[in-house]
């Protein structure tokens, strides 16, 4: 085997190879394999394909690149590096430092590295997305293209072109197997999103071994059924292939692209390379020993990086980068003074501010016994809100008509194939997909928001717990929240997925309990654009609270306010959420009619509450009051944090039942009764 | 329009439609119109098609009838009930009765009725798995598919053919835009399962309107892809070209069938059909009315069933079943004689029992300070296990190297395409499917057990918890628990997870804390035959306790059990599970040693505790005792039950970090410091 460099782009393609070699040896952990196979695509794409200057990493209509095989994380790091990325402060502003140094790359997954085991986002600039859970990656990618297509139709103009960037994803056997990546290829196909082109590394390894174990299927074919362009390299190595196949994406123009790349895990590494054996363990450095050898490279040297290839990255990417961002600057500068409102709307999206005036729509609701399902309130907030907010986009998994999470303000307009401007998406049935997809629109700078039902939060955890770790403000809106959901019976009543959810670090779960309280949790929630939100709402009908009669719902800014109190120590503290707030302003009725002191306490968001001032919070819930009684609808696992060990509770304990939903609500006991029985009333 | 029926097949078929219909109706609520598009189809598998013996429901060699869109639960209950299916009490004996009444169609959608929303299993005789959440079906299909071939392989003789049956899904859009279904035919299609047929309603109508919404792809292309037969059927309405689908179903031997037919939903309602005003509201009385004109039925009468239709069943069905289970029961007969010991497995297969002497090898470990990872230990024993229940298969989402769920043991071999013995399953990286696949393993009779990493318990909560709902024992076996993961860092890290899976209800967690602990949660998770068990692994080493010193890990089968104990009230009680019990167990020795009075209680498993006696959980956690601190390398959410408002917890409160674990541990402060301290040594 004779693999030793004989030009820059060979050098360049086995520094890559070399410097994610060094880094996993020298953490003992890592994969090294993947970035050794895929250095010469992700050399091309960013050395000779991508629109992205090294030195503006959140230039906004920069070329993407996802890897959603992120246990090859060393890929991009090497890459980056090589390239020249700069660094960037909290605010996005770009430093004179590299954003991946080579101190960062000796100290692969090692705590404080910004290079971590797998890909983290915002950690370094460059990382466009966190990656790994598999099938992750490459739904953002549908998103960010989705994102651009739908900038590019709102803002671009005849004369002034800001947006036509492409988005590329390497993403690997393992990604093609999860069933999201399915689902967003689908999603992808249907809307002829031409801007997207995934890069398959068909290396026919896998954990347990050879594919063959497991999948056989004609990946090339399947995607044709998904209605994408299948092009295909036989082997990477052959960079000119590579831009053949690159062109074919490039030309084609109705469909997206998936280029299916033969390549060989460990390539170069003589008796590891073509085996699961260089999948997921450092190769020795006695391997490593050799494959540097075979790429011409002095064996014991870590950390090499050859003359020439850093100035062969500037030269080719850092100038065109340079010149491509320079001549969008202009155009934007252009744009700015000819489309000032619209440019301001942009501003906003690359500042990820909401505009001016966003919330003054936000509805007040009267009074009302009758009341309304919380999933209605919402739809009419949101409503309020997105017609304020005009980057504000999303949908649901084939449910809106029960989600009421339509836009149906004049001009919101639907999101089809080659009709990218309007807002409201169809995901179809496909949650998983559209968190992932939703999540790639918040990365893009668009306020995004994703709607189900609430049980099939199962299907989309995955998804959600990354907008989560990504810090992305994505909205989730779920509801048929608990048995409350009726006749559809125990499959759809999410009886434990309040826990769960809530269980979920930096996701806030918001369970209003009137409208009021819809309104105000939007508006708490819309403000913290460093963590996503869920909204859990009702099917069935809540009253709308008196607020002269009970505190304003603006308490549920704090997570969990007094909603209605008594004169000095309360004999007991009734607290519930969403649906059973009601029933505890109720009950709290009678026993006070029956000489009892009761406090009633809204507890709409208890990961907010849980952030407030221990003060606050024993104002709220003395702790020499420790009769509580919470009642919810769900299990009570999140609740033993405020009622304690003496503490009641009025919910479930297990799986519903199929039947109209009062029926259900009584089969179960859950009724005044009960609160009050519990209350020691 | 003319649609009357003239003949029994039509009158069948429309009747079918008609109870569905008006079963809606009268509910007020479910879904009409798949019912009456799939009628025909229905209709054609139970009375020409199926091998099943509406007398004998339990029938082990039965083809199976898998309702994905449960949805349409309407149409299983009508067709149940025209075909005679008698009910069965719980020990699965055949009652005289039917198994699904007109008086249960009559209440569908009500408390108490077995006619719940969607499809429950083990509710009434002939459903076969609970549907409703979309894509489970199928994947539960594969997994029955799966066992006809493994049952064949292992049971069959040349003498005596027992297992020869079939699976039919019925699927909808919804079922194949999930991914999981995509999953799990790239399974199904790489294990040439040719004795699994899916038939696809291809109605071009979801909830938010035309299918052109969102779902556009070549559905037949791409199962071909994925290694399909692919058939199509232009109009259900015509039985014969059904038949003759079902036909090349039959003849092709090398993989499995997906017969795509185009229906129109809501047939024969003339003002609704073909809209999704069919889909997921009843009709009103009017339209029932006047689509029942059109099939020629008294418009105004409810739940007619035409004279005829009954015994059109009984003549076809009932007496082909009725000859096929005499046949085969005769066979079954001789096959025990010749056969008794493979009979005996069977038998214990047929009556969910574990086989005499299935626990006679679970190792004991000795006491070693290095210990052991408890995922190697869990290797140990499940290979001790297995090799005593013959009938236990199950395998790995390719992670089998990393979570040692291989078996091992001679003669354990690969379940591969056209290699149908063995125990070994590769899922592919594929978890949901997986699950999917593994609860219908258990559905068919078999133990199946399902492995991945902890943290992609989020790709399959949905399969995890019907498993729950179903009472199927599945065993999850979850490797790489928590921060002590390392290096892969937050994305691969579960903090959360502990909580989230315990909040399940029904599924047993278990997080053992040493290596006798595993052996004693398998032990008491294999006993549990109506509850799924989760078996949460670690990585990273932990110390094999002295049982001597310490009380012994029997007490596992209780959950939670005093591992320590000091003279008297303890003034502190520390608690915790899986890698963290050993910082109890230090710590309290520290603390000992400093004068304080310290109790240890070790908590595999809190589901279980939580069902022990109130005395046995008091003496365990006395209410006098409330400065307890709980120690885990998770979430504190489901540890406040235990520790009250005073208790302290020493673990994570939000997501990890990518590093050597110990020093993860460190960075997060779980070490025995943090523990001494919060119990205020």
Chains 1, 2 share one sequence.
Not at 51 to 78: E, I, K, T
Not at 173 to 200: F, I, P, Q, R, T
Not at 297 to 309: N, R
Not at 521 to 545: E, F
Request: glycine content about 10%; hydrophobic content about 40%; proline content about 5%.
């Amino acid at each position: 085997m004779s693999v030793a460099s004989t030009d820059l782009a060979t050098l360049a393609v086995d520094t890559i190879r070399s410097l994610s070699m060094d880094a996993v040896q020298t953490a003992n952990s890592g994969h090294p394999g993947t970035p050794m196979a895929l250095a010469p695509i992700a050399y091309q794409l960013f050395n000779h394909t991508m629109q992205y200057d090294p030195a503006q990493p959140h230039w906004p209509n920069r070329d993407r690149f996802v890897l959603s095989c992120g246990h090859a994380s060393m890929l991009l790091y090497s890459t980056l590096h090589l390239a020249g990325v700069k660094a960037t402060d909290k605010d996005g502003n770009v430093l004179d430092e590299l954003s991946i140094k080579l101190e960062d790359i000796k100290n692969f997954r090692q705590i404080g590295s910004v290079c971590a085991g797998h890909p983290e986002y915002a950690e370094a600039a460059g990382i466009e997305t966190t990656t790994g859970p598999l099938g992750a990656g490459v739904s953002n990618s549908v998103g960010m293209a989705i994102s651009e297509k739908w900038l590019a139709e709102n803002y671009n103009t005849d004369d002034h072109k800001l947006f036509d960037y492409n988005v590329f994803a390497l993403c690997s056997d393992g990604d093609l197997m999860e069933g999201v990546a399915c689902e967003a290829a689908s999603v992808a196909g249907h809307l002829k999103l031409d801007n997207l082109c995934w890069l398959y590394d068909d290396n026919s390894i896998t954990i347990e071994g050879d594919t063959s174990l497991s999948f056989s299927e004609d990946v090339g074919k399947r995607f044709e059924g998904l209605g994408w362009n299948v092009v295909h390299v036989a082997d990477v190595n052959e960079l000119s292939n590579l831009a053949d196949a690159i062109e074919k994406f490039r030309s084609c123009t109705d469909k997206p692209t998936i280029i299916i790349c033969k390549t060989i895990i460990g390539w170069g590494a003589p008796n590891k390379q073509n085996t699961h054996g260089a999948h997921g363990a450092p190769l020795g450095w006695d391997e490593v020993e050799l494959a540097k050898k075979a790429y011409g490279f002095p064996p014991e040297e870590k950390f090499y990086i050859p003359d020439g290839v850093v100035e062969h990255f500037a030269n080719n990417l850092g100038q065109r980068g340079a010149a491509d961002y320079q001549q969008w600057n202009e155009t934007w500068t252009a744009y700015k003074s000819a489309n000032p409102e619209k440019a301001a709307e942009l501003q906003a999206i690359f500042d990820g501010k909401l505009p001016e005036g966003w919330d003054k729509d936000i509805p007040e609701f009267e009074a009302s016994e009758k009341g309304d399902a919380t999933r209605n309130s919402s739809g009419k907030v949101l409503n309020a809100i997105a017609k304020n907010v005009p980057f504000m986009i999303g949908g649901s998994a084939d449910l809106a008509p029960s989600n009421k999470s339509d836009l149906t303000f004049e001009g919101a307009g639907d999101f089809l194939p080659n009709q990218y401007g309007g807002r409201n998406l169809h995901f179809g049935i496909r949650e998983h997909a559209m968190a992932g997809i939703v999540n790639g629109i918040c990365l893009s700078g668009l306020r995004g928001y994703a709607a189900t039902f609430f049980v099939f939060t199962d299907y989309m955890r995955g998804a959600m717990r990354l907008s989560s770790i990504m810090h992305q403000p994505i909205l989730y809106i779920l509801t048929h929240d608990s048995i409350g959901v009726g006749e559809d019976g125990p499959t759809h009543q999410p009886v434990e997925h309040l826990s769960a959810c809530r269980a979920i670090p930096g996701l806030n779960v918001f369970r209003p309990g009137d409208s009021n309280e819809v309104a105000e949790c939007y508006r708490a929630a819309m403000q913290i654009t460093d963590h996503p939100a869920a909204m859990v709402l009702s099917r069935q009908n809540m009253a709308t609270l008196c607020r002269t009669k009970y505190a304003p719902a603006s308490g549920c800014a704090k997570g969990g306010y007094v909603l209605a109190d008594c004169e000095g120590t309360p004999d007991v503290i009734l607290m519930g959420s969403g649906s059973e707030l009601g029933l505890c302003v109720t009950a709290a009725e009678k026993l006070t009619a029956a000489g009892k002191k009761v406090r009633v306490v809204s507890m709409p968001c208890m990961d907010l509450f849980a952030q407030q001032s221990q003060a606050y919070q024993d104002q709220v819930l003395p702790p020499e009051v420790t009769n509580r009684v919470a009642v919810e609808a769900g299990l009570r696992m999140s609740w033993d944090r405020w009622i304690g060990l003496q503490g009641k509770f009025v919910g479930m304990s297990g799986y519903g039942a199929s039947g109209p939903y009062s029926k259900v609500y009584e089969h179960f006991g859950i009724n005044e009764d009960a609160v009050i029985a519990a209350a020691g009333g």
